[in-house]
């Protein structure tokens, strides 16, 4: 199959009978008929008929094959060009907002299988399996969420349930059986969860102990698998809220009960140094961290785009303050796109022969934009003021009070409609429930930004260690 259309996309989806809860009921497959789902996964459905598009075919097909760019393994820094436009063009169609568009955990599956030899050397299975993995996902063009973090009450790791027994609160393996290995307990936070073809499990980082430690893929509707999404943002009007009518991903916990993981779909088994070293020596992190960068720079483009429209909608460039505001978003922008081209730059061939880009320009940008995107936001809050508290809805425009509006609040060049549907575009992407989720999500995706700032360092040392010694060397210079 290899290339899959959105139709074929929707048809599997609605054939998925994940058990995803929300607001205290079970959803009712398919969840191709049912919202929030049915909005986003049709959303989705538009970037894989892209695909097939000519005019996009040569930069969202792989480079010698007729499957997803995601599953290309680079080699080239040619390659990694051809990635980043690819994870732009995708991410343009959504304005940035879908944090899950299925380059993002496919671009780890292609990563780990193009490393087996680094999971063969820890159990030759374990190579085969992860190859096996990405295989089919490529041949079927799958999607997946993950989830890597383990719920944090009072930071431990089980309960005891009142008869004596621990209960484990973070996913734990259990049992060995012949078949695979049960597992129990919950993982946070799976976005998408329930409505992507698997589930990719990795060990959480705060390791707790071996029985904590597997990494594997499992359909979204394995049995004892139960998503608990939170309460959907999605609302129906596409001129009130262009965003969450249309982009509303959910996020889930996952709950396994006794899930039972085949032995086949397992590549990583209590093994601490595999888990240590996974996400740098294989490359992962670089490539999970290329990929939400290039969605993020797009978003940035949409960012600055709204702000600018705000600008001339309001009439109010010729304040020097608000062009100064333009200029920090512009800076922004521009310095997401260095650091994507000076991780490009400096990428290297790794020991599985990955062209991966420097992981300290991506790492350091990932923390740049976990500090620099709220103040995006705040820009964006700053220039519409008051606008987006007094703004009427669709149903104000199609009723009988609709000629107050455009006499009433128009703006200097534009009528009242076209005011409003960008100011609803804007306060979507920056104030409602969907918009704040927004914030949270550029803030935490990719970890707690106190521990990512302080893993940045901690990855500097040795260039920190030299820089330091010309400290010494200016000293002793000769005088
Ligand atoms: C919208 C959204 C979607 C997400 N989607 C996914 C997903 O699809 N898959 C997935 O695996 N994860 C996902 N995540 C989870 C993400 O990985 C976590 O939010 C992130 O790792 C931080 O963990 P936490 O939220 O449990 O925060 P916590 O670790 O509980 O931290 C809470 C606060 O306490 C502070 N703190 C806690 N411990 C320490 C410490 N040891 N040192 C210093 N400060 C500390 C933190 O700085 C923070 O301010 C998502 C998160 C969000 C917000």
């Known amino acids: 199959m290899g290339i899959v259309t959105g ?48 005019q996009y075919a040569s930069t969202l097909q792989g480079k010698d094959q007729k499957i997803n760019f995601s599953y290309d393994i680079p080699r080239t820094k040619d390659d990694l060009v051809k990635r980043r436009k690819a994870t732009q063009l995708w991410a343009n169609e959504t304005l940035g907002v879908l944090g899950r568009s299925p380059d993002y955990v496919n671009t780890m599956i292609t990563v780990m299988a193009g490393a087996k030899k680094f999971f063969s050397e820890a159990d030759p299975q374990f190579g085969e399996n992860i190859d096996a993995i990405y295989k089919r996902a490529k041949e ?73 430690l597997f990494g594997c893929t499992i359909p979204s509707d394995t049995e004892g698998l139960t998503f608990i999404n939170r309460p959907p943002y999605k609302k129906e009007s596409t001129f009130d809220s262009p965003l969450s009518s249309q982009f509303e991903e959910g996020d889930a916990i996952v709950v396994f009960d006794h899930v039972l993981i085949p032995w086949n779909r397992v ?34 483009e949409w960012l600055l785009g709204i702000a600018q429209a705000l600008v001339t909608t309001l009439d109010i460039e010729r304040h020097q303050h608000i062009q100064g505001k333009l200029g920090e978003m512009i ?7 260095g650091f994507v081209y000076s991780s490009e730059a400096q990428a290297e061939v790794n020991d599985y022969g990955i062209m ?73 992407m920056t104030m409602t429930e969907f918009g704040t989720r927004q914030l949270l999500y550029e803030r935490y995706f990719y970890g707690d930004p106190v521990r990512v700032l302080s893993s940045l360092n901690g990855l500097y040392s040795k260039k920190k260690e030299e820089l330091q010694m010309r400290i010494s060397d200016f000293f002793e210079r000769e005088k």
């Open 140 to 212: 079927e063009d799958l999607t997946f969420t993950h989830t890597f973090v383990n719920p944090s009450i009072s930071r431990k790791p089980f309960f005891p349930d009142g008869q004596g027994n621990e209960q484990p609160i973070a996913t734990k393996i259990i049992e060995e059986t012949e078949e695979g290995i049960i597992v129990d307990g919950a993982r946070l936070l799976a976005t998408q969860g329930g409505m992507t073809d698997e589930l990719l499990v990795i060990p959480s980082a705060a390791f707790i102990d071996s029985d904590y």
């Open 331 to 337: 800076i922004a922008l521009e310095a997401m796109v």
């Open 7 to 54: 139709a074929e996309y929707l048809k599997r989806m609605a054939r998925l009978k994940s058990n995803v809860w929300m607001e205290g009921k079970r959803v009712e497959c398919p969840l191709t008929d049912v919202e929030p789902f049915r909005s986003v996964l049709k959303a989705k459905g538009k970037l894989y008929d892209m695909v097939h598009d000519e």
């Open 356 to 428: 991966v880009p420097k992981l300290e320009s991506l790492k350091a940008c990932a923390s740049y934009y976990q500090m620099t995107y709220p103040r995006l936001i705040e820009i964006i809050q700053l220039l519409g003021a008051s606008h987006f508290i007094a703004a009427p809805s669709e149903k104000d425009f199609a009723s009988s009070i609709a000629p107050y509006l455009e006499r009433f609040v128009k703006g200097e060049y534009v009528s009242a409609y076209d005011k409003f549907q960008l100011i609803q575009l804007a306060r979507d």
């Open 267 to 300: 590549f990583l088994y209590r093994n601490e140094w595999l888990m240590n070293d996974l996400f740098m020596k294989t490359g992962m992190e670089s490539f999970l961290l290329y990929q939400a960068i290039n969605r993020q720079i797009v978003k940035t």
